[in-house]
């Protein structure tokens, strides 16, 4: 529903209209005019939040045209009831209005003409087309954003006039307000119009899918990272960015939605995003030998079907879940794994993956998770709580939160001797269910009464100069980021693609920002001090490497904590019991095991204290090998060959087919089907595959 003020707005709004109505009915020009600025007012605000109620509002039959127009007739509704119904006020308005309206469709034609020929076939980033192609720059945002509310709000200075009118029985006014309207919404017309014609236009499609197939044969890339998904699904390519940077070969990304191309982090790898499957199936990449998927979905048949170069499911995490054994794994030249977990997973799943076609190549994303090193002297333990969220569906295993959440909390602030404990929720905890967001602002209040109660006992004492130092030190390293930030190009996505070379000086000097604000972030505030950490910063991982042990449930958060060697807990939140709750699932193996009333926490913080003493620190070392592999050769080393060796396969296939070419085997005519590039297709289908 949006937020509270959103919500009131949009009942003002509403009930704003049927005021109107009684307004104009009275009739009372002061009445009218107040209902009228509620709605106006409520109106603009909506859109400014683009509220998800505006969209509500439309499907509903109340959009933003129906909205104006209603307010307008109501308006000659009070005309007629204040008796100017023979005035020539009255057919002023009415003549106004209906060439007002008159004005929205060449308008509405206008903004979309410009808006579909300005949408290239393809959006790029890192991919030099400047020099290729003319792209021209955008009309002014400020003609194209919320262009249709713009144009229809040109209409406040005749409703304006015309109320003026009404009270003063004087027609000159609302005759200047009228002369105002139509003259701003025919210069509005007019200052579109230059953008569709001339050299303010875009190269055709042609035009454009040409100049990448000619930086592609400038680039020649090696190995491509290909993948499809809807918004929410952005962190599955965004994990690989940082892999795909450091590989051997010349790598690329290809996308196939924009959405996921405006939601991807900044990388210095080109990024192709091609939406149709037959644009994406014409494009020359023969010299792709290794294509990656990070996600089994029906658009990678488009890349599948190319047999000049080897795929690979590399998927985007770890964990028991169903979705990592998936049938349709089968149709890779090879599926990689982090570990011999994964190997045995699809072992025991028998959904047609072959042994011989899995590599274990380790998870490269987990290289700047640190392993434990103990308790430092100079400060007490630090416990994580990073419990999932709640899930689609009330199943109890879903979070720890609702059954055991205030348990582990409470446990932990009162722990004796002391530790610190960081409270780091999933995004999304409370956006489905009102029990978890009502049990995650309770596990919050004990936090911060924990925090406050501890800053006040004369037990801990803080260095507030270096505290002062390091929040200056914050400031300043923020400031700096929001300056390259505000300096980022930003404009629709034609010029995007045209100006979309990352600036690699700036982009290697954000992420040592970033690393500056870590560090300061953590000497800001004592080292005893509790804290609740919901923002994107400090990360996940950065939460990793200052704790000394976590607890959480069932998710890849302990799969990924398992790189730190350090200990962890998890919630049996569905009280399945330890022996088939360890049976289930892999990665709590070398868990404790928590029941909903966190009784067995003694457990894991004997194991922190005492690592002498610490009974699963072997099964750890055991559990950490087997699901993400050893540590040596480093993860991105073992994927780099993984990589190389797959393209010597992809090589050797291709030289073969060459060869049999050669003696006569296979004609030139046979394979022209089966080779990547250009290709012609005039129904938007190519080999029996809708590209759609």
Same mark, same amino acid.
Request: net charge neutral.
């Given at each position: 529903m949006g937020s509270a003020a959103e919500l009131a707005a949009a009942v003002l709004m509403m009930l704003g209209f049927p005021c109107l109505m009684l307004a104009a009915l009275v009739p009372s020009v002061p009445a009218f005019a107040a209902a009228a600025a509620v709605t106006y007012l409520a109106d603009h605000y909506l859109h400014r939040k683009s509220s998800y109620l505006i969209n509500r509002l439309s499907k509903v039959r109340a959009g933003l045209s129906i909205r104006f127009l209603i307010r307008q007739l109501l308006l000659v509704l009070l005309l007629a009831r204040l008796s100017l119904s023979s005035d020539l006020i009255f057919y002023g308005a009415i003549g106004c209005f209906i060439a007002f309206y008159g004005l929205q469709a060449p308008h509405g034609a206008l903004v979309t003409l410009i808006r579909n020929r300005r949408r290239l076939p393809v959006a790029t980033r890192n991919v030099d087309l400047k020099s290729r192609i003319r792209i021209p720059d955008a009309p002014p945002r400020r003609l194209l954003h919320r262009s249709a509310e713009k144009m229809l709000h040109l209409d406040l200075a005749a409703v304006a006039g015309l109320l003026v009118s009404a009270a003063t029985d004087s027609a000159v006014v609302g005759f200047a307000g009228i002369g105002v309207t139509?003259?701003?919404?025919?210069? /509005?017309?007019?200052?579109?119009?230059?953008?569709?014609?001339?050299?303010?236009?875009?190269?055709?499609?042609?035009?454009?899918?040409?100049?990448?197939?000619?930086?592609?044969?400038?680039?020649?890339?090696?190995?491509?990272? =290909?993948?499809?998904?809807?918004?929410?699904?952005?962190?599955?390519?965004?994990?690989?960015?940082?892999?795909?940077?450091?590989?051997?070969?010349?790598?690329?990304?290809?996308?196939?939605?924009?959405?996921?191309?405006?939601?991807?982090?900044?990388?210095?790898?080109?990024?192709?995003?091609?939406?149709?499957?037959?644009?994406?199936?014409?494009?020359?990449?023969?010299?792709?030998?290794?294509? !990656? /998927?990070?996600?089994?979905?029906?658009?990678?048949?488009?890349?599948?079907?190319?047999?000049?170069?080897?795929?690979?499911?590399?998927?985007?995490?770890?964990?028991?879940?169903?979705?990592?054994?998936?049938?349709?794994?089968?149709? =890779?030249?090879?599926?990689?794994?982090?570990?011999?977990?994964?190997?045995?997973? /699809?072992?025991?799943?028998?959904?047609g993956v072959r042994d011989e076609d899995i590599v274990e190549v380790g998870r490269p994303q987990l290289a700047s998770i640190q392993t434990g090193r103990g308790v430092p002297e100079d400060r007490i333990p630090t416990i994580l709580y990073a419990p999932t969220w709640e899930g689609w569906d009330d199943n109890p295993g879903n979070t720890s939160i609702l059954l055991a959440g205030e348990n582990i909390v409470r446990k932990l602030i009162t722990a004796d001797p002391p530790v610190r404990v960081l409270y780091k929720p999933h995004p999304f905890t409370g956006t489905r269910s009102p029990q978890a967001k009502a049990a995650h602002q309770r596990i919050t209040a004990l936090v911060e009464k924990a925090a406050a109660e501890r800053a006040a006992d004369p037990r801990f004492t803080a260095d507030t100069t270096a505290q002062a130092r390091a929040k200056e030190e914050?400031?300043?390293?923020?400031?700096?980021?929001?300056?390259?930030?505000?300096?980022? =190009?930003?404009?629709?996505?034609?010029?995007?693609?045209?100006?979309?070379?990352?600036?690699?000086?700036?982009?290697?000097?954000?992420?040592?920002?970033?690393?500056?604000?870590n560090d300061a972030y953590w000497r800001s505030f004592p080292s005893w001090q509790h804290r609740v950490i919901t923002g994107a910063e400090?990360? !996940?991982?950065?939460?990793?490497?200052?704790?000394?042990?976590?607890?959480?449930?069932?998710?890849?958060?302990?799969?990924?904590?398992?790189?730190?060697?350090?200990?962890?807990?998890?919630?049996?939140?569905?009280?399945?019991?330890?022996?088939?709750?360890?049976?289930?699932?892999?990665?709590?193996?070398?868990?404790?095991? !928590?029941?909903?009333?966190?009784n067995e926490l003694g457990a894991l913080l004997d194991a922190v204290r005492d690592p002498a003493a610490d009974p699963l620190a072997k099964d750890r070392k055991e559990l950490k090998e087997y699901l993400l592999g050893p540590d040596e050769p480093k993860s991105i080393d073992q994927f780099n060959t993984a990589v190389k060796n797959l393209a010597i396969k992809a090589e050797t296939r291709n030289l073969g087919q060459a060869t049999r070419v050669a003696s006569g085997g296979v004609t030139e005519t046979d394979l022209a089907g089966a080779m990547p590039g250009p290709r012609s297709s005039a129904t938007g289908e190519a080999d029996g595959v809708n590209a759609g």
């Open positions: 139509l003259g701003l919404g025919i210069l /509005y017309v007019l200052a579109l119009a230059p953008y569709v014609r001339g050299r303010r236009v875009p190269p055709r499609a042609e035009a454009v899918l040409a100049a990448v197939d000619d930086w592609l044969r400038w680039y020649k890339p090696e190995t491509v990272l =290909y993948f499809s998904g809807s918004k929410d699904s952005a962190y599955q390519v965004n994990m690989w960015l940082e892999t795909m940077e450091q590989l051997d070969t010349r790598p690329l990304i290809i996308l196939r939605e924009r959405v996921i191309l405006q939601n991807l982090a900044p990388t210095t790898v080109p990024v192709i995003c091609v939406p149709g499957g037959v644009h994406l199936m014409n494009m020359d990449l023969s010299t792709v030998r290794v294509a !990656l /998927y990070a996600a089994n979905v029906g658009k990678n048949i488009h890349m599948l079907r190319v047999p000049t170069m080897k795929h690979v499911f590399i998927g985007h995490g770890d964990s028991d879940k169903i979705a990592s054994v998936n049938p349709f794994s089968k149709v =890779y030249d090879e599926v990689w794994t982090a570990g011999r977990a994964g190997r045995d997973r /699809y072992a025991i799943a028998d959904v914050l400031a300043r390293i923020e400031a700096r980021l929001a300056e390259l930030a505000g300096g980022a =190009y930003q404009g629709d996505e034609a010029e995007q693609t045209r100006e979309g070379m990352i600036d690699l000086k700036k982009h290697q000097e954000i992420a040592r920002l970033r690393a500056e604000w400090p990360r !996940l991982y950065d939460c990793f490497n200052v704790s000394e042990a976590m607890v959480s449930d069932i998710s890849s958060v302990v799969s990924d904590f398992i790189a730190s060697g350090k200990p962890y807990a998890v919630t049996d939140s569905a009280g399945l019991g330890e022996e088939e709750f360890k049976r289930q699932n892999t990665a709590v193996r070398a868990a404790v095991i !928590l029941s909903n009333s966190a």
